[in-house]
């Protein structure tokens, strides 16, 4: 059983950046392809974006080019780097190994206008 754990996030003001960091428990690699999603009040949980074991990236279209994944499958960590965040962007994030079951708990990301 792998445990994740995502941390970095908080509240912050339109324009800003915050950088989430996904903790795992277990080797990543081994998970293989891993991804950020998001869940805001009333509405589903969407992906945000992805990255495979090797590196390769996918990001919904309402992030992209300003949302960042990455991974240093050594430390067995996924980062999602923000910028230029926006209101809409307020929503719990979470972390999961896309072929596996391994969710993190979240961590709340607010953004003021």
């Known amino acids: 059983q792998v445990q994740l754990v995502e941390s970095g996030g908080g509240l912050v003001q339109a324009g800003g950046s915050l950088r989430l960091s996904c903790a795992a428990s277990?080797?990543?690699?081994?998970?293989?392809?891993m991804g950020w999603y998001r869940q805001a009040p009333g509405k589903q949980r969407e992906l945000v974006a992805d990255i495979t074991r090797l590196g390769n990236t996918n990001y919904a279209d309402s992030v992209k080019g300003r949302f960042t994944i990455s991974r240093d499958n050594a430390k067995n960590t996924v980062y999602l780097q923000m910028n230029s965040l926006k209101p809409e962007d307020t929503a719990v994030y979470y972390c999961?190994?896309?072929?596996?079951?391994?969710w993190g708990q979240g961590t709340q990301v607010t953004v003021s206008s």
């Open positions: 999961h190994g896309l072929s596996s079951i391994y």
């Open positions: 277990g080797s990543i690699f081994s998970i293989g392809a």
